[in-house]
């Protein structure tokens, strides 16, 4: 199945099932490229199997004040999906049980479900060591409603990890909306004002970099130094640390790479940079993604190609750690993306 029969959508499956059939055919099905499980099997890494759990990635939402280019969560305003404060619940009772060092919450903009702070309060008389919440910045400008989300988070310890695509105006708006930038530095302002991101500080403040088109992210250590060059002389930002994460091929972006034609150029791309070291660290060893419903996924991005965890529990109101532990890792195609070059996580560079 070639690039033509790529852009031809099946009104007959659903957004994630048409996604799953264009990775899983073409290039792969034709022998063109050898599929992700392999490479893992050439490489000696297969099956890839968990590790301890160490970070719960909660997705409580995807409404968001944004319509980004490239979000694999293909969250915006006209979103409806929202946690609920008795799902909030269930995820607490399991940090609790599996004493999960990390609470990692997303959405969409997770600012947004109504019971956001309820959940960061709750979650932060837990004990968990490293408490993040994913803001896309512009969030804390939106309205009256979110000023005070830099005093929030600054109480309750917060390490904010922010998307900035660009230190420049017009790369990051023809990424993310025309305005984005400016209220992203106004906001970056706002949160150094409290503390985050100042050097000394133990307030973590964490730039995500996606790069804008249909290619890898460079080198991050090299990327952090120009962004930090670039947002200090130019507004007075500090940050702490960039993570550069590759741009896997679902949802919004991968719409764009057919409609641009640069589908099988960029598959090429991952498999070339595909690195065996890289697969040792992946997230999805040490990580579990929660949806919005309750569903658990081996991540975020199997989330939004609706890949439940091959288990018998899962949902988090059934939630067995012993028996997850012992499940095989839902892989396809996309996966690549985490493995190639440095390798990729929501934490950045893996390798």
């Known amino acids: 199945m070639k690039i033509q029969s790529l852009k031809k959508r099946n009104s007959d499956l659903s957004q994630s099932e048409r996604q799953l059939q264009i990775l899983s055919n073409g290039l792969f099905a034709d022998g063109e490229l050898p599929t992700f499980k392999e490479r893992l099997e050439r490489a000696g890494k297969a099956p890839l ?184 002389e130019d507004f007075g930002i500090h940050f702490h640390e960039l993570f550069a994460i590759t741009n896997l091929p679902i949802s919004r972006f991968l719409d764009y790479l057919i409609a641009s034609e640069n589908y099988e150029d960029y598959m090429y ?3 070339d940079a595909f690195n065996p070291a890289a697969v040792d660290n992946v997230m999805c060893t040490n990580t579990l993604s929660v949806s919005w419903d309750g569903w658990l996924y081996d991540c975020d991005f199997n989330q939004m190609l609706e890949m439940k965890v091959q288990s018998a529990v899962q949902h988090i109101s059934d939630f067995n750690m012993e028996i997850l532990q012992n499940r095989k890792i839902a892989i396809c195609q996309h996966c690549y993306g985490c493995t190639a070059g440095a390798g990729s996580s929501c934490q950045g560079s893996v390798a």
């Open 49 to 232: 199997t968990p590790g301890k759990l160490e970070i719960l990635q909660v997705n409580v939402g995807y409404m968001c004040n944004q319509v980004c280019a490239h979000c694999h969560v293909d969250a915006g305003p006209d979103r409806k999906e929202i946690m609920t404060r008795d799902t909030m619940k269930e995820i607490l009772s399991v940090i609790e049980k599996t004493g999960a060092h990390t609470l990692d919450l997303t959405g969409g903009a997770p600012e947004m479900n109504p019971d956001f702070r309820w959940f960061v309060e709750e979650a932060s008389k837990v004990g968990i060591s490293d408490f993040i919440v994913r803001s896309n910045l512009t969030i804390i400008k939106a309205n009256k409603k979110y000023a005070d989300l830099p005093e929030f988070f600054k109480k309750h310890g917060i390490h904010v990890v922010s998307s900035m695509p660009h230190w420049t105006r017009g790369k990051t708006d023809k990424q993310r909306g025309d305005g984005v930038f400016d209220k992203s530095i106004q906001a970056l302002k706002d949160l150094n004002a409290v503390g985050y991101g100042m050097p000394g500080s133990g307030l973590k403040l964490d730039l995500v970099y996606n790069p804008s088109g249909a290619f890898l992210p460079g080198n991050q250590a090299s990327l952090e130094k120009e962004f930090k060059k670039a947002l200090l």
């Open 269 to 271: 791309n991952l498999v």
